[in-house]
């Protein structure tokens, strides 16, 4: 990976465009290592102005890590660590060429085969380094292939002109193919920012034009059917007009639990049991109590789909919510039990109040009807509340395919 790919974090639409800049600018400068690379290879092979010893080291310092930096430019895997490696050597191989040289009679024109490499290295470290670090090797490199060509040639007075424009023209060279990977990354990158902007504001419009569905689909269904099972219930007057409105009220109930099913309860997706006692640990009034909170919970106690577990446990919440309200949480009690299939999850809460008559609970009070008992069985469970003067009982139940 290259290193502006490094610092974004990884491919990603973040880094689509520059990603791909990265990868064909890393093959492109490959192949011409390739030509340049050959040209220095044979340029050594029939070189005279190294000493013995020297002849082997010196471009093996310097051919063995190119190579390395061409597989690895090639195949795409560790760029960084094979570009550097190379980068290294070969200015190792600048600062050793003057020991390597000494004594040798060399004329003032002859190119030596490091100079090939000047190139190579400079775009190299432009690939693989940081900006602030390659702007400096671009100098650098040149400036001391420069520098140690003179050493070599005892910086006689006749060599300066012919050291300086190899100097010259290798710095123009590698400023060149900078400006041009600076201008290809930063086209990319532009490329990269604007594409995840307008994904984010696509991201952003569909996620308003859904909740405006489920806004005119929620008020539709109030309309349709709450509204109507209110108006039949306000108009009945003989026992079969009611029996009526009760069941238009039963659908209307039905059809609310589904609709929160489909726009926030839950999906289908299995949650444990003791996924479901966390949630239902944090709704009892002292959470951590398990004076309050009981749990029997079966190892082979059956996953619950989400959308069940997510009403049991809004149902648990209404019914502690009433055992507060209404019993002041006295002898508050929550058991879950598990057990394994056919059974499922059960859970009851249980307080110790004054309890109630439900058949006088007046109609239009939907905390038991609405969040506990209709809820509860829109998704295939089975409730209960019973209610006396020992205080009031409320048990959710659900076996394992009985969803609905």
Known sequence: MSHLAEQAGGPGIASFTRE???????VSVAIGFLALGAQAFFAALGSTDMNPGWDIAL????????????????VGRAVKTG????????????????????????????QPWTYFLVTVA???????????IHIVLTIAIPVLYGLVRMVQLGFEPVAWIAVSLDTVYSLILGGVLAVLAWTFRTAASTIDERRERAVSSYAQAAAVSATERERVAVAALMHDSVLAALLAAARAESPRERDLAVSMAREALTRLANTDRDVGEGSDAPVTADAIVADIRALVPAPGDESILRVDLHPDTPAVPGRVARALVLATA???SNAVEHADAAGLQVSVDGRPAPHGVAIRVRDAG??????TVPDDRLGIRASILARVSAFGGEASVDS???????TMIWRQGATQ
């Open 388 to 394: 006396d003067d020992s205080g009031t009982r409320v």
């Open 318 to 320: 209404q019914a502690v």
């Open 83 to 110: 570009g550097t490696l190379f980068v290294v050597c070969y200015m190792l191989v600048l600062v050793l060429w003057p020991i390597a040289t000494e004594g040798s009679d060399t004329p003032v024109a002859y």
């Open 20 to 26: 791909r800049v990265e990868r064909v600018m890393a």
């Open 122 to 132: 400079t775009v190299a470290a432009v690939i693989v380094m940081p900006r602030r």
């Open 59 to 74: 471009p093996l310092l310097a051919f063995v890590p190119l190579l390395v930096m061409e597989l690895s430019f090639f």
């Open 354 to 359: 004054p309890g109630f008559d439900i058949d």
